[in-house]
């Protein structure tokens, strides 16, 4: 066992960074040049719509979308353009987007109170730019449990799948993935389908045939041009609301910045269906409601934030699903794949798989000499993303010990390993729900900084119990006669075990323990999957339409109102989300306006036959005078 950890120590770091990284990225759709799009620098410092969505994400671009076509919307993302962005449309240049903690990177990273290192998106499109691009749809279950209506939804993940959704061509590790969850024991085999089945299927893929991501932005492309406007870089500080004494707080406009700093309202026409509709992700949705005086009444005092309603909720019920991963060095060569196949539990617990080495930024050799050199051939450096010694997150470096001279000797030392000893891939588990919840805070009053959020993963036995059900199942994969291709015969699953918990995945401390105890290795090499939500739930904060409570004219339509992670991955139902309530938005409001008018138009009606009545009877009065 001891010769297996210098192995296992120098092949970690890269080989966890490039698996996260791949997890995080490829390329991006072809340019679009959307008309309606704009920098905040180029907005009027006052104007007025129908409805305001903050959040340009997942769910915001198939809402305002939708709503377009029949109203005035103004989309604010705080982030830029996907469109032509090298560090969002080229997956050998993202791992600089991991370690890039500038206000321009489309991705932000946070660590929880957990320890765990994390992302959020901060560009048009959301999280479907910067995450593995699987397509899954929730399941009918689900879809009823939560209150949707079954056909409504259908249609709705239909109007996304025509844009975003394909079918991938698996390689022969994802094959023998496949097959290996089959002898496993997870059945039946329901081939491709978007559908969430039990058994093993493959999924879908944002990423089309050519390897371009397309994301919720493209979802645009439905918008009506002259009835929606897209600010770019426009960071939202608050929303504003007339108070009155003994009435509810009303909704009518929101405070944003652009990139220069100056100041912008934007503010709802007249007229009491128009409404402020935040989509600005699980964290940014209570994160802007708490700023905007919304929340625990305490909380927000400490803060010296005007109290416009004490909503204790708000930032409660914060969820992240836990996942947890086994590395397999392969002797063979293994194509680079994304997340493709998916074994659905009966147990409660999803397995997926990555495979390919230097998936994020693969090295090319070009002529040259001098430093780095090695027979004339020239290495270029490797960016490790978010786990390079640079970003000051790497575990394996002591906070206190990371001088510039000790951050050079890792760097120098990860970029000196061997590529065939990266090769393999990750199976991975992630649990479903999760049962273990946790709550956000406000860290100050800037909108741009990340809140403190704690996910208390595996405060749950249940989800402990699902982590380690899951990493059975992989144990039962590698061993099949279908992944002997793909795995060295003399590594036992305590070896994989003990090689996987060396990786810097977090920021907790590790137990010698790992390879013994599967309990301990899910608690010591917990990873986010991306997959978190909560923080404005239904039933707590919203109602079933996602009207915030005790107030009007705002909602929040994002997966901040999620009980639970829908299905195996959640981006196809959050983008569905937005299709589905922009519609039935549209048409309620359209309905109870068609039943106004029709109302007015009857009322004119009768008046006037009233008023032909009337002149009857005086003329047959003045005939009989007559």
Aim: proline letters at 5%; hydrophobic letters at 40%; glycine letters at 10%.
């Amino acid at each position: 066992m001891a010769s297996v950890q210098p192995f296992a120590r120098t092949m970690a770091i890269h080989i966890v960074t490039s698996f996260l990284v791949l997890l995080s990225c490829s390329q991006q759709a072809r340019g679009v040049n959307y008309t309606f799009a704009k920098d905040a620098t180029r907005a009027p410092a006052v104007s007025y719509y129908d409805y305001i969505i903050v959040g340009g994400g997942t769910a915001g671009c198939p809402l305002a979308a939708t709503l377009s076509q029949r109203f005035r919307v103004l989309l604010l993302e705080r982030g830029g353009s996907p469109y032509g962005d090298q560090r969002v449309e080229n997956m050998t240049h993202f791992t600089s987007t991991l370690a890039d903690t500038s206000a321009g990177s489309p991705a932000q990273r946070f660590v929880s109170e957990d320890g765990v290192i994390n992302s959020r998106p901060r560009v048009l499109g959301g999280g479907s730019c910067i995450n593995a691009g699987f397509y899954t749809r929730a399941s009918d279950e689900y879809v009823l449990d939560v209150g949707w209506d079954l056909a409504a939804a259908g249609g709705a993940y239909r109007w996304v799948e025509d844009v975003v959704a394909f079918r991938p061509e698996l390689g022969p590790w994802q094959a023998a993935l496949q097959r290996g969850l089959m002898e496993a024991g997870i059945a039946p085999d329901n081939g491709f389908t978007f559908d969430h089945i039990d058994g093993t299927k493959v999924g879908g893929s944002i990423f089309d045939d050519e390897g371009r991501r397309h994301t919720a932005a493209d979802l645009l492309r439905y918008a009506r041009p002259e009835g929606v406007d897209v600010l770019l870089r426009a960071r939202v500080a608050k929303i504003l609301f007339n108070v009155g004494r003994g009435r509810r707080p009303v909704a009518h406009g929101v405070v944003f910045h652009d990139s220069e700093g100056q100041m912008h309202k934007a503010y709802l026409n007249a007229g009491r269906r128009n409404e402020i509709i935040l989509s600005a992700g699980a964290l940014g949705s209570p994160q802007l409601l708490m700023l905007s005086g919304v929340g625990p009444a305490d909380h927000l005092r400490s803060f010296n934030i005007t109290l416009v309603l004490n909503q204790p909720a708000v930032g409660q019920g914060m969820a992240d699903n836990p996942m947890n991963a086994i590395f397999v060095p392969s002797p063979s060569l293994v194509e680079v794949s994304l997340i493709q196949v998916v074994g659905i539990t009966q147990f409660g617990s999803y397995i997926e798989g990555a495979s390919g080495s230097n998936w994020a930024n693969p090295r090319h050799r070009a002529s040259g000499s001098g430093s780095g050199s090695r027979g004339g051939q020239h290495r270029p450096p490797r960016n490790f993303g978010m786990f390079s010694p640079q970003t000051g997150q790497l575990a394996t470096v002591p906070p206190k010990q990371r001088t510039p001279e000790a951050l050079a000797r890792a760097e120098d030392a990860m970029s000196r390993l061997d590529d065939a000893a990266f090769r393999g891939g990750f199976i991975l588990e992630k649990v479903m729900g999760p049962a273990s919840t946790g709550h956000l805070e406000l860290r100050n009053r800037n909108p741009d900084d990340n809140p403190a959020v704690t996910f208390n993963y595996f405060s749950h036995p249940e989800d402990l119990r699902r982590c380690v059900d899951g990493l059975t199942v992989i144990e039962r994969v590698i061993r099949s006669k279908s992944f002997q291709k793909f795995t060295y015969p003399d590594f036992s699953i305590e070896m994989l075990l003990n090689m996987t918990a060396e990786f810097p995945v977090n920021m907790l401390p590790r137990h010698d323990n790992d390879s013994r105890s599967l309990e301990q290795f899910c608690k010591d090499t917990v990873m986010t999957i991306w997959h978190y939500h909560g923080g404005c739930q239904v039933g707590r904060v919203v109602d079933a339409e996602y009207r915030v409570l005790g107030v009007d004219a705002l909602r929040v339509i994002d997966g901040s109102t999620l009980n639970a992670s829908p299905g195996t991955n959640p981006q196809a139902t959050v983008m569905m989300l937005g299709r589905y309530m922009g519609v039935k938005i549209q048409n309620e409001r359209l309905h109870a306006e068609g039943f106004k008018r029709r109302k007015l138009v009857g009322e004119q009606q009768g008046q006037g036959l009233k008023v032909r009545k009337m002149k009857k009877k005086e003329a047959t009065v003045l005939n009989d005078q007559g």
